[in-house]
């Protein structure tokens, strides 16, 4: 099992960024794929971007592309979403997760992912 505990977020102004991190402790050798979903009020949780953790291979939801990167340090077991030009509907929970899939096709399906953060809210003013 992986522990992860996230921190960052907050409220910002639209066209504003922000930065998230999950720490991640326990079997992370396990981990092939990890990432960070979103869910708002009333929606359901949809994947926002992950990265394979052996080889960093990258995967984007079209609506944040170009505008937030992933990435990973290894050295402190620590993965980032680095938000920029952010946008009201950017607005969300969001949490970060861990599979012992690859990541691939399915890379925005929840039910893949074994381990979840706590959550970590990001709001977006217009």
């Known amino acids: 099992q992986v522990h992860l505990v996230q921190s960052g977020g907050g409220s910002v102004q639209a066209g504003g960024s922000l930065r998230l991190s999950c720490a991640a402790s326990?079997?992370?050798?396990?981990?092939?794929?990890m990432g960070w979903f979103r869910q708002a009020p009333g929606k359901e949780r949809e994947g926002v971007a992950v990265?394979?953790?052996?080889?960093?291979?990258?995967y984007y939801a079209d609506s944040v592309k170009d505008r937030f990167t992933i990435s990973q340090d290894n050295a402190k077991n620590t993965l980032y979403l680095h938000m920029n030009s952010l946008r009201p509907e950017d607005t969300a929970m969001y949490y970060c997760?861990?599979?012992?899939?690859?990541?691939?096709?399915?890379?925005?399906?929840?039910?893949?992912?074994?381990?979840w953060g706590q959550g970590t809210q990001v709001t977006v003013s217009s």
């Open positions: 990265l394979a953790t052996v080889g960093g291979h990258t």
């Open positions: 997760a861990a599979s012992r899939w690859v990541c691939g096709g399915i890379w925005d399906r929840a039910h893949i992912y074994d381990d």
């Open positions: 326990g079997d992370t050798f396990s981990s092939n794929c």
